[in-house]
Nanobody, 125 residues
Framework: QAQLVESGGGSVQAGASLRLSCAAS????????MGWFRQAPGKEREAVAI????????YYADSVKGRFTISQDNAKNMAYLQMNSLKAEDTAMYYC??????????????????WGQGTQVTVSS
């Protein structure tokens, strides 16, 4: 069954770090770009970071550039989001996502083929 399963969320103080993990089924991982979206209460879901299938290209939202790093492990069908210097405004539900075509270069939630169930990240100031 094609699926994405996130882990690694939690509650931290501002300035701390967290690493989110996404386990993808092989059928998804081999054919799609991987990425992370987030949705804060009352706000639209937004793309945070995307990584191409080969891992050579990445996209980051301006709000996380220099603080977050997306990576992947092809041997394990895993994607990761390392989040450093967390801020209160990073508080949101974080979703692993997979897509192709426009997802890989111009990520919006409309281009997502698969969603994970989400993992909560709460940053207190």
């Amino acid at each position: 069954q094609a699926q994405l399963v996130e882990s690694g969320g939690g509650s931290v103080q501002a300035g701390a770090s967290l690493r989110l993990s996404c386990a993808a089924s092989a059928s998804i991982y081999s054919r799609h770009c991987m990425g992370w979206f987030r949705q804060a209460p009352g706000k639209e879901r937004e793309a945070v970071a995307i990584i191409s299938r080969g891992g050579r290209e990445t996209y980051y939202a301006d709000s996380v550039k220099g603080r977050f790093t997306i990576s992947q492990d092809n041997a394990k069908n895993m994607a990761y989001l390392q989040m450093n210097s967390l801020k209160a405004e990073d508080t949101a539900m974080y979703y692993c996502a997979a897509g192709s075509a426009y997802f890989c270069v111009r990520p919006t939630q409309n281009d997502v083929d698969y969603w994970g169930q989400g993992t909560q990240v709460t940053v207190s100031s």
